[in-house]
């Protein structure tokens, strides 16, 4: 394979694992931002506890009361499904990162055996050289002997 093609090859390559690069990237900060969104659900329940502790030592109705413990039931389900949600994050994070590294290799296994074949065309430039030297100096050397 010509090395023009190869290094279109590369160049895709290249652009292949930049795109999963930032795809990875991508997927580490919406964890990161559901990581936050989960905390600030999680502080917000235990506020509304030491709030309903509070309300609950000044005297509360049974009305009231109820309608605090619904509220704090349904907090507990959305925590529940948003922590279910974290591990979809998780595998989208290793899935990316996962094919982020699989692109990485195939570059790196462009680039070798480009650097290979480059190699080869050198060793090929410096035999055909180191020939026609030994050709010249065999000719040098007939020349003055055969004057």
Not at 11 to 38: F, G, I, P, T
Not at 70 to 87: P, S
Not at 138 to 143: D, E, G, N, P, V
Request: aromatic share 8%; glycine share 2%.
């Amino acid at each position: 394979m010509p090395n023009s093609a190869l290094q279109l090859i590369l160049e895709r390559a290249k652009e292949d694992e930049h795109q999963a690069s930032l795809a990875l990237n991508n997927a580490r900060n919406e964890r990161d931002n559901y990581l936050v969104q989960l905390q600030q659900i999680e502080q917000y329940r235990l506020d509304y506890c030491k709030q309903l502790s509070s309300r609950g030592q000044a005297g509360l109705t049974a009305s009231n009361y109820n309608h605090l413990q619904k509220f704090l039931t349904q907090l507990d389900e959305t925590l529940a499904k948003q922590r279910m949600a974290g591990t979809q994050f998780d595998e989208q994070v290793t899935a990316c990162s996962e094919y982020w590294q699989e692109i990485r290799k195939k570059r790196r296994s462009i680039e070798w055996l480009l650097e290979k074949k480059q190699t080869e065309r050198q060793q090929m430039l410096d035999k055909q050289e180191q020939k026609m030297m030994d050709e010249f100096s065999t000719l040098q050397f007939a020349r003055r002997h055969l004057r």
